[in-house]
């Protein structure tokens, strides 16, 4: 018999962002009971310091907040860890290192996922904070299947961190989803054939069909990774 396996979310990159991913793998769950669902282990850490920061420069560094955390998700049994946050990405190798379970890349992911399912869309517009942007996270793991990824104009993409910080982290998701439609609005003008919600942020507000081309989600596409490994469907990279 297949014993499941448990998922460790490291958390509180935002606090909302962990329980809609929480939510979403609920959601992604084929159930008929209570106890068909996947075991999972939060821990939202909210005084990881911000990534954006310390990815340009002078900003306190996230990495002993997310490693503490990681070791403890460990340590209480999750199997493989995830993370609702993309700019935390940026810092997966050094995180990979302190733990001795996977750690599951959500870029990397999406980008294999988008590869497979829209094999002709060739740019793809990213909504990101800075140092999602700056990083080049989105651009190298698309580049490795040939799709081009957009960026705003330098004041649109002061319109996006507003939105993300100013807004939508504290609360305002209505007043953040209207200033990230009129950024997604000009990706789409500029060629994108697909928006990326880079941000989980983002991934809050914009959902498919706001937009009239194909909205894509990491979030979800790593709420239903993690539940098809843990269910056994599907093979743990690196495990």
């Given at each position: 018999?297949?014993?499941?396996?448990?998922?460790?979310?490291?958390?509180?990159?935002?606090?909302?962002?962990?329980?809609?991913?929480?939510?979403?793998?609920?959601?992604?769950?084929?159930?008929?009971?209570?106890?068909?669902?996947?075991?999972?282990?939060?821990?939202?850490?909210?005084?990881?310091?911000?990534?954006?920061?310390?990815?340009?420069?002078?900003?306190?560094?996230?990495?002993?907040?997310?490693?503490?955390?990681?070791?403890?998700?460990?340590?209480?049994?999750?199997?493989?860890?995830?993370?609702?946050?993309?700019?935390?990405?940026?810092?997966?190798?050094?995180?990979?290192?302190?733990?001795?379970?996977?750690?599951?890349?959500?870029?990397?992911?999406?980008?294999?996922?988008f590869?497979?399912?829209?094999?002709?869309?060739?740019?793809?517009?990213?909504?990101?904070?800075?140092?999602?942007?700056?990083?080049?996270?989105?651009?190298?793991?698309?580049?490795?299947?040939?799709?081009?990824?957009?960026?705003?104009?330098?004041?649109?993409?002061a319109?996006?961190?507003?939105?993300?910080?100013?807004?939508?982290?504290?609360?305002?998701?209505?007043?953040?989803?209207?200033?990230?439609?009129?950024?997604?609005?000009?990706?789409?003008?500029?060629?994108?054939?697909?928006?990326?919600?880079?941000?989980?942020?983002?991934?809050?507000?914009?959902?498919?069909?706001?937009?009239?081309?194909p909205?894509?989600?990491?979030?979800?596409?790593?709420?239903?990774?993690?539940?098809?490994?843990?269910?056994?469907?599907?093979?743990?990279?690196?495990?």
């Amino acid at each position: 018999m297949m014993v499941e396996k448990i998922i460790g979310i490291l958390g509180g990159m935002g606090p909302e962002a962990t329980a809609d991913l929480y939510y979403r793998i609920i959601r992604a769950t084929p159930v008929r009971r209570d106890q068909d669902h996947v075991r999972v282990i939060i821990y939202s850490n909210s005084k990881v310091p911000d990534r954006t920061g310390a990815i340009l420069g002078g900003g306190e560094s996230p990495i002993p907040e997310m490693m503490m955390a990681a070791r403890a998700l460990e340590e209480a049994g999750a199997d493989f860890l995830i993370m609702p946050c993309n700019t935390a990405h940026y810092f997966i190798d050094e995180l990979r290192a302190g733990v001795d379970i996977p750690v599951l890349n959500m870029i990397e992911l999406t980008a294999q996922w988008f590869a497979e399912n829209s094999p002709t869309t060739r740019r793809v517009g990213l909504i990101a904070t800075d140092g999602t942007v700056r990083s080049g996270i989105y651009h190298d793991n698309f580049g490795r299947h040939g799709v081009e990824v957009l960026t705003p104009s330098e004041s649109l993409q002061a319109e996006t961190m507003s939105a993300i910080y100013d807004r939508i982290k504290t609360g305002d998701l209505e007043t953040g989803r209207e200033m990230l439609l009129r950024v997604a609005e000009a990706l789409i003008e500029d060629g994108a054939q697909a928006v990326i919600c880079g941000c989980t942020e983002v991934s809050l507000v914009l959902k498919e069909g706001d937009l009239p081309v194909p909205t894509l989600d990491p979030m979800q596409v790593i709420a239903e990774a993690s539940v098809a490994i843990a269910l056994g469907k599907r093979e743990l990279p690196g495990g």
